[in-house]
């Protein structure tokens, strides 16, 4: 995820702190990633800034902790300016895939939007659906190539809606890594920026659990340090003060 956010215009900090709350919803960490990336990548093709990105992050792993996006989580993304058609049209997509009878409902209701009070966004779709949006065959090699049309195959893909994935996977991965303004190359270069020192402190201070261990280490060596100083003065204190008070205590008598 730290070399996606180098990659593209979007803030790695963001991304994992909005990672906590899909993980929180209970999905697991590949997926949540997946969402993730998956969100940034939507929001590039839509025409999104950062921010709104971010927004839209917060907003769907709300829904997903409910089990199912409704129509309030629904105009959070739409006023994130992410709701357009090529997100609809992946969504339905998907829905049908797992059965959903989305054409219909959508004519009975009149609108997609009005279809959600149905229910029928539940998790699985959306990540499914994310996952799109990330689905590209760049820098793979045709084994694991091989593997991802199995994967979308066995899920209920045809081949010609698996090379539509990889193509829209590849259309919004293009998205997100376009620099187009001085402010989205000055938050590129902050992002390669950040993840360098990242590592150089990694390689001082070693990785979770290295820090983990160097750091509790330092901490009971300091902490030994501290108490036995702090036993001496009050053993001194105690003694001192103890025999003034005896001394005056005789006076008075």
């Avoid at 180098?6 to 994992?16: A, G, K, P, Q, V």
């Avoid at 950062?50 to 006023?79: E, F, I, R």
């Avoid at 990785?207 to 001194?236: C, G, H, P, Q, Y």
């Amino acid at each position: 995820l730290n070399h996606y956010a180098d990659l593209t215009i979007y803030n790695f900090t963001e991304m994992t702190r909005n990672i906590g709350t899909f993980t929180a919803a209970g999905i697991d960490l590949d997926t949540s990633v997946n969402a993730i990336q998956g969100i940034a990548n939507l929001a590039a093709v839509s025409g999104s800034t950062s921010q709104q990105a971010s927004v839209a992050m917060y907003q769907l792993s709300q829904a997903l902790a409910s089990g199912t996006v409704k129509l309030m989580d629904w105009n959070s993304v739409v006023n994130a300016n992410m709701g357009g058609e090529v997100f609809q049209e992946a969504l339905k997509e998907t829905a049908r895939i797992h059965g959903v009878e989305i054409d219909k409902m959508i004519e009975k209701e009149g609108s997609f939007r009005e279809t959600l009070s149905k229910g029928w966004l539940t998790t699985d779709i959306l990540t499914e659906t994310l996952e799109k949006f990330t689905a590209t065959t760049e820098g793979l090699t045709k084994v694991e190539i091989e593997q991802q049309r199995q994967m979308w195959k066995a899920r209920g893909y045809t081949e010609e809606q698996i090379d539509a994935i990889f193509d829209l996977g590849k259309t919004a991965t293009d998205a997100a890594t376009k620099v187009k303004t001085f402010t989205q190359l000055f938050d590129t270069m902050k992002e390669a920026a950040q993840s360098g020192w990242t590592q150089t402190w990694e390689y001082i201070i070693g990785d979770f659990e290295e820090a983990n261990s160097l750091w509790t280490s330092v901490s009971d060596v300091l902490s030994d340090f501290i108490n036995k100083m702090s036993d001496a003065r009050n053993t001194l204190l105690e003694s001192a003060l103890g025999k003034g008070f005896s001394s005056l205590t005789e006076k008075i008598s």
